[in-house]
């Protein structure tokens, strides 16, 4: 035999070797933890087996035995919202939890609330996964990739900022971007014409939420017509905006190639256009960001220390205020202000993507909707909307978001590890894990759980309807009157028990910015519908009933990246494609 071949031969044995022994081990190790354990004789950590199984989905579940599929699909990433509960019915029985034994980590998928609800109160026990800091800091550590001491310093001071001056900041920053966008659409309408259909309001919505961010954020308020003209500054190729779109469109994987290949990328491959713009963000977001917080630090010396009512302001305002040690140093200014941009644009984004849908999907949710909003709108129709009157009063508005959470979460599930071998009890029993167990708290899992949602204030709802005897699992439809309780009780909207509803992640790292969330989308509804109305544009002779199931197609045909997101319904251009929408003005 050859030197090179046995060498090979050698080689592929050894590695060969380490992967049963990976399995083995997992093996035992997930059975000590008294949970079921489901074995899959393959690397799921690959990033071979990571980026490749994910597109090659459909046709592995095509061309595999369906005893096969059912156990390899659980090693697929984002398996959770196209498979939902059917795993835990097949391997946990009736438990809602049971370890992945391959052969790569050795791994925790729960989709009980109490077990999530440790996990998730215990942050010094259950630590951010290496991968976690991979994507999310690449201009600078952050509170969402730090533990330990240096997370609870920079969260005390990332925390304090998102107060009611951001929060009516985001508020009318909203209300006048889509507005705004409303106008543009309107502009294509012939004299008279009351409706406009397009295919591109999802790329809109986008459009608002980075523009919101960016006045909001950074106090760079952006005018919706000129925002994607702005000329850059001296010295820059890029303007801040697009600078921002670039590392922002890129941050799920293309972010992590190096500057210098980017910016080298050959123009006879894929993607040279893209990818050299992206080399070119890199190189100019820091500066352009170092540059804003520069301006903010002279501007506030001479005011005096007065801040203004954007989060990089209040974010230099409230480290100044500590001591010098605890302060956040440039890098994590930086970081921080990055993980501002960056989560808030797609959760929310794609948050308002999806409740655009489930207002076409759903007409009667729609006016259900419109009958709030019209008792909250002022008399003066052309009166400008008040963050202080008009957001506490949206409850449906609020309502009609959660349910959209409930169904889409924008994280699908919450990655954890295990500092060191850890204990977890809870009512069904105690359970031991070993060191660098992952774990993954299945949100899609806890979302649906019938013992949480099923038929939640169903009889204070005139509207609620058995669909048929043998659809009667309320808790898969989609029901925003299931938050709203009924006026006797002291709680406006339905508390669900803890760990059950975990959008915005629970515990002492609960997402910072969720109130911020929260306003933005009541500001873009409450813009939206204001005047005009959502509805599904038929394709063809498509009956009622072949629009909905298209629409129903449309969600489900989802995909985890950041975010979960739709598939082919943003970037469509004039191509005919994506979903077109009716945009019409109400009576």
């Given at each position: ?60 579940k ?8 059912e ?81 609870a ?39 008279g ?39 850059p ?13 670039a ?23 894929p993607?040279?256009?893209?990818l ?53 140093s ?12 960056a ?27 419109l ?10 129709p ?94 898969f ?111």
């Amino acid at each position: 035999m050859p030197p090179v071949v046995a060498a090979a031969a050698v080689a592929c044995l050894v590695y060969v070797s380490v992967l049963v022994y990976r399995l083995c081990r997992n093996i035992l190790n997930g059975r000590k933890t008294g949970l079921p354990v489901v074995v899959v004789p393959l690397d799921q950590n690959h990033i071979l087996w990571m980026l490749l199984a994910v597109p090659c989905r459909p046709t592995l579940k095509r061309i595999l035995p369906n005893f096969i599929w059912e156990r390899i699909t659980i090693s697929i990433y984002g398996w959770e919202f196209h498979e939902r509960r059917k795993p835990y019915q097949k391997y946990a029985g009736n438990g809602k939890s049971f370890m992945l034994a391959g052969c790569g980590k050795l791994e925790l998928w729960t989709g009980d609330a109490e077990m999530t609800y440790e996990i998730l109160r215990r942050p010094q026990d259950f630590v951010q996964l290496d991968l976690t800091t991979l994507f999310m800091a690449p201009f600078g550590r952050n509170v969402l990739t730090e533990d330990g001491e240096s997370w609870a310093r920079q969260r005390k001071i990332v925390a304090s900022v998102i107060n009611e001056r951001i929060s009516k900041a985001v508020f009318d920053e909203g209300i006048r971007q889509t507005q705004q966008m409303v106008e543009e659409i309107y502009e294509q309408a012939a004299p008279g014409q009351v409706s406009v259909e397009s295919n591109q309001l999802f790329d809109s919505l986008k459009k608002i939420t980075i523009h919101i961010l960016s006045g909001a954020g950074m106090g760079a308020s952006v005018p919706w017509k000129n925002g994607d003209g702005e000329k850059p500054k001296p010295g820059f190729k890029m303007s801040y905006i697009d600078t921002v779109k670039a590392v922002i469109y890129a941050v799920t994987g293309p972010i992590l190639l190096p500057t210098w290949l980017l910016l080298r990328w050959p123009s006879w491959l894929p993607g040279h256009d893209k990818l050299t713009e992206l080399g070119c963000a890199k190189v100019e977001f820091p500066k352009h960001t170092a540059l804003m917080l520069e301006e903010e630090r002279l501007r506030s010396e001479s005011s005096k220390g007065k801040s203004r009512s954007n989060i990089m302001s209040q974010l230099l305002q409230a480290s100044q205020q500590e001591q010098a040690h605890k302060r956040l140093s440039d890098e994590e200014m930086m970081g921080n202000l990055f993980v501002f941009t960056a989560a808030g644009f797609d959760t929310t984004a794609n948050t308002l993507s999806f409740a655009l849908m489930f207002l076409a999907r759903y007409p009667q949710w729609h006016d259900w909707l419109l009958e709030e909003i019209d008792e909250i709108m002022p008399t003066n129709p052309d009166e400008t909307l008040d963050y202080s009157t008009s957001y506490p009063r949206a409850q449906r508005i609020m309502a009609f978001m959660l349910e959209t959470l409930r169904l889409c979460p924008a994280l699908i599930h919450i990655a954890k590890m295990t500092n060191g071998p850890q204990t977890i009890t809870t009512s069904s029993g105690t359970y031991c894990f070993p060191p660098m167990t992952t774990v993954y708290g299945n949100v899609v899992m806890l979302h649906l759980d019938p013992e949480v949602w099923r038929d939640v204030n169903h009889a204070s709802d005139p509207d609620f309807v058995r669909q048929s005897k043998d659809d009667r699992d309320d808790e898969f439809h989609f029901r925003p009157s299931r938050w709203i309780n009924p006026s006797s009780s002291p709680q406006p909207f339905f508390q669900p028990r803890k760990g059950s509803f975990v959008p915005w992640s629970a515990g002492p790292r609960v997402c910072p910015g969720q109130k911020m969330a929260q306003v933005e989308f009541t500001a873009v509804m409450l813009a939206l519908l204001r005047r005009h109305r959502i509805d599904a544009v038929p394709i063809g002779q498509e009956t009622l009933t072949e629009t909905e199931a298209r629409l129903d197609a449309t969600i489900q045909d989802s995909i985890s990246i950041l975010t979960l997101q739709m598939n082919a319904v943003y970037d469509v251009g004039d191509s005919g494609k994506g979903v077109n929408l009716r945009v019409s003005l109400r009576k």
